[in-house]
């Protein structure tokens, strides 16, 4: 009887045995449901790593917005004792050396439209030019300070871009005001036969690299004022005839000013002895641009 009994205990064993290993219906679509979502959660995280990984591509790919580098090349031929400081929202372009009266300056800070350049003497403020537009290439943007006329003390200012050019440029700028009526020349600086022409005011020229004298011919043909440019490859020049015979207050006398003065030795030893080669670019860059008036 107790063998009989007992039979029954383990079959009830195995039987719970089994129950416990096979799992119901419910369990299985509970641990279903447990599986998909597990699923869907991988799969929504690969998504989101796969369009980071796009988007970062995207921000940091190989094609780019050209950056184009745009100089300042500032000059002041307004006739006065006192230098100028220019300024840029509020930044002191000039640092801490204001530019004296006849001084051209470049500047490596870099423009963009809309930039407005307050041109100051001390605390008092001269005049500001407004940057309207800016090439869509490498350029020099020339800017000249100077007197508006003789009775007034207002400035006027002259602007012009230098276009991306291999060869030499001269921009010629009237900024005298008076009576004297000199006119600029340049000739070659050396040979036995130097050749002379004459430059026009408010134009731009082209120059073949080499040594050259600028001068300022008076009424008599002397020269009222003379010097040296050196002209090299792929730079641009200004010439500047600055002075007022002022009405009122303190006047100054026809000078000439070029700028930069370029390093002799970098001409090259066939350049030296070329003729000039004067011609004038496309009508493009021969307007120079009365930028603001004050």
Do not use: W
Not at 44 to 57: D, E, T, V, Y
């Amino acid at each position: 009887l107790e063998r009989a009994q007992a039979a029954p205990a383990a079959t009830t064993h195995i039987e719970a045995t089994g129950r416990s290993t096979s799992p119901s219906p419910p369990d299985r679509m509970f641990r279903l449901a447990v599986y998909l979502i597990l699923c869907a959660s991988t799969a929504q995280a690969s998504i989101s790593s796969a369009l980071s990984h796009r988007l970062r591509n995207r921000d940091q790919g190989f094609v780019r917005p050209l950056q184009f580098n745009h100089r300042l090349r500032a000059c002041n031929a307004y006739p006065y004792a006192a230098a100028l400081d220019i300024i840029r929202g509020k930044e002191k372009l000039t640092g801490e050396e204001p530019m004296p009266y006849k001084s051209c300056r470049d500047f490596v800070a870099p423009l963009k439209t809309g930039d407005k350049l307050e041109f100051k003497v001390g605390d008092a403020s001269a005049g500001t030019f407004s940057v309207a537009d800016l090439p869509s290439n490498d350029a020099v943007l020339l800017l000249v300070i100077h007197r508006h006329d003789t009775l007034s003390t207002g400035v006027a200012f002259e602007s012009h871009v230098f276009s991306n050019s291999q060869t030499a440029q001269v921009a010629v700028i009237d900024t005298y005001k008076g009576s004297a009526k000199a006119m600029p020349k340049i000739s070659d600086k050396d040979g036995e036969n130097p050749r002379s022409e004459e430059l026009r005011y408010n134009s731009v020229v082209a120059v073949t690299p080499g040594l050259y004298r600028v001068e300022l011919d008076g009424k008599n043909g002397t020269a009222d004022a003379v010097s040296d440019l050196v002209a090299l490859s792929s730079e641009s020049y200004v010439v500047l005839r600055t002075g007022v015979e002022a009405q009122q207050g303190q006047s100054y006398p026809e000078a000439l000013v070029v700028f930069p003065q370029s390093d002799p030795s970098a001409v090259r030893s066939n350049a030296r002895t070329s003729a000039p080669r004067i011609g004038l670019l496309t009508a493009v860059s021969l307007l120079m641009a009365a930028a603001l008036r004050t």
